[in-house]
């Protein structure tokens, strides 16, 4: 005989058993952006200005408002066709696109590098589906020096104590979703 207690059980093991399948399809949707963007930057250098700019000599807070009074502009397709415009390009007033989130978080990488940071770049996304995966696609950043941390996201964020800490604050956004995880990361260097 089924008892209520038996049924019970059983809602929370199928709900036990949903939720692990959903991670476990995160984490392949996760592996599968990896490999995608792997494969993409694998071809794509890592381009700095050929112009040394006075802007990248300010300070931290002069050069967040000198980044920052530029205009968002998606890439091409509303940014379905998404790539890293060349940085000398930057602030030109005239560009139609090419001036997102992985645009603002380079600069913030040549920003970091050229003052003596590490500086290193991450691509975080929710991938409870595919679609999604695209959809909420962002690059953010970290820069470290002195065994302190901080969080590039159009602007600087910081100190923190570990690359981790400096990360879990993206969580403070609104657009941070809790199912976005980083699914790619590099560090930047000037060759």
Request: glycine content about 2%; some cysteine.
């Given at each position: 005989?089924?008892?209520?207690d038996d049924n019970k059980d059983n809602k929370e093991l199928d709900v036990d058993a949903q939720a692990l399948k959903l991670e476990n399809r995160k984490k392949r949707i996760a592996l599968l952006m990896n490999?995608?963007?792997?494969?993409?930057?694998?071809?794509?250098?890592?381009?700095?200005?050929s112009i040394n700019s006075e802007k990248y000599k300010l300070s931290e807070k002069a050069f967040s408002e000198e980044i920052n009074r530029m205009e968002y502009k998606a890439d091409k397709l509303g940014g379905l066709i998404?790539?890293?415009?060349?940085?000398?390009?930057?602030?030109?007033?005239?560009?139609?696109?090419?001036?997102?989130?992985d645009d603002f978080q380079r600069q913030w990488s040549i920003f970091g590098t050229r003052n003596g940071y590490i500086a290193k770049e991450y691509v975080v996304?929710?991938?409870?589906?595919?679609?999604s995966a695209f959809q909420t696609m962002h690059v953010i950043g970290t820069l470290?020096?002195?065994?302190?941390?901080?969080?590039?996201?159009?602007?600087?964020?910081?100190?923190?104590?570990?690359?981790?800490d400096a990360l879990s604050y993206m969580s403070k956004f609104n657009t941070y979703s809790k199912n976005k995880c980083i699914v790619f990361s590099r560090e930047i260097k000037e060759e």
């Open positions: 005989m089924i008892t209520d490999v995608y963007l792997k494969a993409v930057n694998a071809f794509r250098p890592v381009k700095f200005p998404d790539s890293v415009a060349d940085p000398d390009t930057f602030f030109d007033d005239s560009k139609t696109f090419g001036r997102d989130c996304c929710d991938p409870t589906t595919f679609l470290s020096k002195n065994n302190k941390f901080w969080l590039t996201n159009y602007e600087m964020y910081g100190p923190f104590d570990s690359e981790e």
